[in-house]
Nanobody, 113 residues
Framework: QVHLVESGGGLVQSGGSLRLSCLAS????????MTWYRQAPGKEREWVATILSSGVTNYENSVKGRFTISRDNAKNTVFLQMNSLKPEDTAVYYC???????WGQGTQVTVSS
């Protein structure tokens, strides 16, 4: 059985940084596409970033240059480094593994102005 567990969210001031982690169990992330989504209050869940098994990454336009998705295969963990955070980045952030259509439980990120 595959599970995803996110961590690393919190409250940060505008301009600050956070690093989110997504620990996968039951399946190797190295051979899977891994993604991050977010959902702000009153809004639909939106895609943020993807890392392919090849290591190629893609980002939603509003986070390009500020967020970095990466993975540590030995730890079976995907990361989302978020820099220069803005109040509009406030959301619950979810890790998603498309192969299994599997979501993590989410981690709250709040950016104060």
């Amino acid at each position: 059985q595959v599970h995803l567990v996110e961590s690393g969210g919190g409250l940060v001031q505008s301009g600050g940084s956070l690093r989110l982690s997504c620990l996968a169990s039951g399946s190797a992330i190295s051979t899977n596409i891994m993604t991050w989504y977010r959902q702000a209050p009153g809004k639909e869940r939106e895609w943020v970033a993807t890392i392919l098994s090849s290591g190629v990454t893609n980002y939603e336009n509003s986070v390009k240059g500020r967020f970095t998705i990466s993975r540590d295969n030995a730890k079976n963990t995907v990361f989302l480094q978020m820099n220069s955070l803005k109040p509009e980045d406030t959301a619950v952030y979810y890790c998603y593994m498309p192969l299994y259509r599997l979501w993590g439980q989410g981690t709250q990120v709040t950016v104060s102005s």
